[in-house]
DNA sequence: CGCATTTGACCCGCGC
DNA sequence: GCGCGGGTCAAATGCG
């Protein structure tokens, strides 16, 4: 499992409320570079395309100093750090704090390396079903693991954020299906579990309140969409973005939900498109929480080059 | 009726 | 090897 490697981020992961985008009853907590007056975001899309993009490129567009990308602690492949681990329930809670590094960061992300892609999970969760099942009876279909020891866990680039928020479950444009809930250790409030209903879409999330401070949801996202959005969101991306910022790009590939402005995981920056790309896609953090709530366009032009917020004629 | 959610059981990896 | 905890499945249930 890899959760632990999750409480690394979370223990990283500190409230920073100076610097949080009140969007309404939901807020999302930004990250702020070093220099307050230009706090970095990053959407979700873009986060979860992290691994195609460039980071040196997208320090230069978005102005993100060192000392911003070094709360993102790396959650897959990279060296687990050696931080104590606090209690398995400390989401985001008050002992961040002494973990913390740097006092500006409020969010932490975290995603695994790039070209974990597929297989990760699913050599777990596309246990053949059926066909094999004559052996064992019903459940038998969940036992035929197969997987070896070589081919292990390949893993999704996954995506951690929190969000200040009254509701779970966070409109992001794309439909979800739950499939499971589970409780979590040392925290009274459960896990959901969501996966994308698109067919074909494995893209997975992960929901759960932190219960230290039970207003912030931490949300895990997990695989890449291979579709655009459903766009039946009323508030989506559709009425603040031309379309083709909502759709994913050919080239930078499948959308993310245009959920948040995110951190960068400045770990799973390497290689191919550069932050041009990335922001061709969704960017679009905040309307849907408030679809009258327009996003302080001036504070996208700081962090997003002019071209990207070009809107229809 | 179809789809989404709930929920208990199961699987699996990991630490001891 | 065993127990624990996280993650997933799938039948049952609920809802529009």
Redesign the pocket.
Known sequence: ???HEFRDFYDHATVHNDHQQSVGETDIYRVSSSSADHPSYMSFTDCLHSNFVDYGSLEKAFGLSPSSSEMFSSVEGSNQTTKQKVG?GDLGGNNTSELMTTPNSSISSSSSDAGCEEDS?KS????Q?KESSED?GE???????A?KKGETKQKEPRFAFMTKSEVDHLEDGY????????A??NSPYP?S?YRC?TQKCKV?K?VERSFQDPSVVITTYEGQHNHPPPTTLRGSAAGLFPPSMLTPSPLAGPGFPQELFMPMPHHHMNNQAGAGSMFAENFNPFQQYHHHQVPDYGLLQDMVPSRFLKQEP
Do not use: A, L
């Open positions: 499992m890899s959760d398995e999970d777990k969760k596309e246990r079903p064992g459940r038998s279909k969940k036992g035929n693991k997987k439909r979800w299906r739950k499939y499971g809930q589970k979590v250790k896990r579990y209903t997975k992960r």
